[in-house]
Nanobody
Framework: QVQLEESGGGLVQAGGSLRLSCAAS????????MGWFRQDPGKERDFVAA????????GYADSVKGRFTISRDNAENTVYLQMNNLKPEDTAVYYC????????????????????WGQGTQVTVSS
């Protein structure tokens, strides 16, 4: 089992940037495909971005394409989400997720495909 801890959330004005980090412990992150999801109160958890185990493949929700970038540093057991040109509608709790992956180049975009979740970090974008 891998444990995940997010950091880097906060309050930012529209147009600003934040970088979220997800530190993995317990098992080495290189064995896992990783993803970021976000959730507003009372709503479903939505896919944001995903990265394959080897970092060679990435996927993004249409709403964040061109603004967000997911990356990973397997040596540091950390996955990042760089968020630029933030909008008020990006406000949510952001969750990091991990799942073991047999193949290195597949990324997963559905929350039900992930078994390991962090506690979340709040991102608030003011207009």
């Amino acid at each position: 089992q891998v444990q995940l801890e997010e950091s880097g959330g906060g309050l930012v004005q529209a147009g600003g940037s934040l970088r979220l980090s997800c530190a993995a412990s317990g098992r080495t992150a290189r064995n896992y495909a990783m993803g970021w999801f976000r959730q507003d109160p009372g709503k479903e958890r939505d896919f944001v971005a995903a990265i394959s185990k080897n970092g060679g493949s990435t996927g993004y929700a249409d709403s964040v394409k061109g603004r967000f970038t997911i990356s990973r540093d397997n040596a540091e057991n950390t996955v990042y989400l760089q968020m630029n040109n933030l909008k008020p509608e990006d406000t949510a709790v952001y969750y990091c997720a991990a799942r073991s992956a047999q193949y290195g180049s597949i990324c997963y975009t559905k929350s039900k495909e992930y078994l390991n979740w962090g506690q979340g970090t709040q991102v608030t974008v003011s207009s």
